[in-house]
């Protein structure tokens, strides 16, 4: 296994971390006004703490789409969130009501949040690609009674179906029968009361599509602030200068988190990019914001690296320092395209919409392991447990676990305790992620696949993640997911579905070849005895993971 060495780093993490007393998150940020006060609000450590220490006219927001480009200083956010909270208050949202967003990638999406969150509301970011069944199930769970979209989304909102919706504002100047809340806030004092909250308090849900059953909605409380403020600096090594970019749209959690909160908290400036994905628009954004910190997704990379080295070439991305991934296992070859056209490594982040901020990463005074998703940050524990709760031995294959609790965890699975309780199977003392992993002689954690995505075949357990990275390896493979697929001698066989780089076809030689590469290189169980070329694969929706359970399905269904 190749290491490589750290690159940089802004903070002495190692140094901060066990220097004097050990790290304890009671440590961080000793100015959140809850030290002072006993109460918090995210809106106002967000935004107001930076224009009272006199950053108001740093640039805050740099929203670029095809169409136009736009900036917003601290203090223009702050005029416009006021504004807008005074309209959400006069309209009747009070502390601890649920404010569902439905918005493009676009500054108002932003400061919709930070409005309902000022004047202590839970905020609901629902993605922008959603249809109205997606729509309708999150906001008739938690009996959802305010609604800010736009009129293009309307359509996409079965208003009929939801009788909990009280009050639907649309960010256009006007549309009968909605109230304009841009117009409103036109009228409005850009000065507005903060509602000065617990660290319970809940600030956001975000719903989780589980293997089974309808979304679990997932609340977070206030103190998420104290992890996302801190891994922004020591994960993303956020720093006032940066131009910081989060390609997720808010819907997902990594886009509220790692999009909104965390970067706002460390006073940075944060670019929105309004439109699709493309090689070209992507790059365009960097170069034209001289973006330096760049968090986004293995989808994604491995959509530019298909893209090509060419396209790459004619964008001027020097100013980029620092690149972070998310979401999906980071698949080795991934991070060395990266080096290849970068000149730096891909740092991998894991966490999950229920653990509220970053758990394990490649922090980035440390040495990268490929392959690897790093280890614990300061102040987390992780294992890897067997069936009995108990810690299997170094490099073997068990459930990553997390000791509980750390500031970000969820506060809630909104009316449902039993699942909340599921996460905890062993007792309170151990958070279980529902992910196979293993550890090595230095603490590092290799993700396998999700416990219900391992393969069992002629009693070998394969996780795809290998299989899948072995594949990417190839030169003719642009991405992959493996699954087990049924088989009456094997229990299962390794079964992959690929999609070739534009320059191959398919061949049976080609798939010959692919089988032995992975026999090769892996392991003869491993190798896969089937391959399946498609267009593209399934993923999910908001975060754009290969969705193995559907490849699976498409598996067990004849024809
Ligand atoms: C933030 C986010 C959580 C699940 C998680 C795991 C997968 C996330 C990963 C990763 C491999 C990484 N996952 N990060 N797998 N390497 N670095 O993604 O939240 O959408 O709730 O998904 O995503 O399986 O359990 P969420």
Known sequence: MSILPPLHGTYNVEKEWHEGE?????????????????KVNMT???????????????????????????TWTYRELQSEVNAWANVLRKRGVQKGDFVFIFLPKHPYCHIAMLAAVKIGAAVGPLFEAFMEEAVKDRIYDCDGEYLITSEEFLERVPEKELPSLKTVFVTDKHVDGYISITSEAEEESTESE?????????????????????????????RVMIQQYQ???????LKETDVYWCTAHPGWVT????????????????????????????????????????????TAFRMLKAAGENTRKRYDLSSLRHILSVGEPLNPEVIHWAFEVFGLRIHDTWWMTETGAQLIANLPTRDIKPGSMGRPIPGVQAAVLDEEGKEVATGELGHLAIRADWPALMKEVWKNEEKY?????????????????????????????????????????????????????HGAVQEAGVVGKPDEIRGEIVKAFITLNNTYEESAYLLEELRSFVKRGL?????????????????????????????????????
């Open 22 to 38: 050990p790290f304890r998150w009671e440590r961080v940020h000793p100015e959140f006004t809850w030290y002072e006060t006993g």
């Open 44 to 70: 106002y450590e967000c935004v107001d703490r930076h224009v009272n220490d006199g950053k108001g006219e740093k640039t805050a927001l740099w929203y670029i789409s095809d169409a136009k480009e736009e």
């Open 194 to 222: 903060t509602e000065w909250v617990d660290l319970d308090d809940g600030v956001n849900i975000h719903y989780t599509s589980g293997s089974t059953g309808k979304p679990k909605g997932i609340i977070h409380a206030h």
């Open 231 to 237: 891994t922004g600096r020591w994960v993303l090594d």
């Open 255 to 298: 886009g509220t988190v790692y999009g909104v909160f965390a970067p706002l908290l460390n006073g940075v400036t944060t670019v929105i990019h309004g439109g699709r994905f493309s090689a070209e628009a992507w790059y365009e954004v960097m170069e034209k914001a001289k973006v330096s910190v760049w968090y986004s997704a293995p």
């Open 421 to 473: 309780r599921s996460y905890f199977p062993y007792g309170k003392e151990w958070y279980l992620a529902g992910d196979l992993a293993t550890m090595d002689e230095d603490g590092y954690i290799f993700f396998q696949g999700r416990s219900d995505d391992m393969i069992n075949s002629s009693g070998e357990r394969i996780g795809p993640f290998e299989v899948e990275s072995k594949l990417l390896e």
């Open 523 to 559: 392991a003869a169980h491993a190798a896969p005895r089937e391959i399946e070329v498609l267009d593209e694969l399934p993923k999910t929706q908001i975060s754009g993971k290969i969705l193995r359970r559907k490849l699976k399905e498409r598996d067990s269904t004849p024809g």
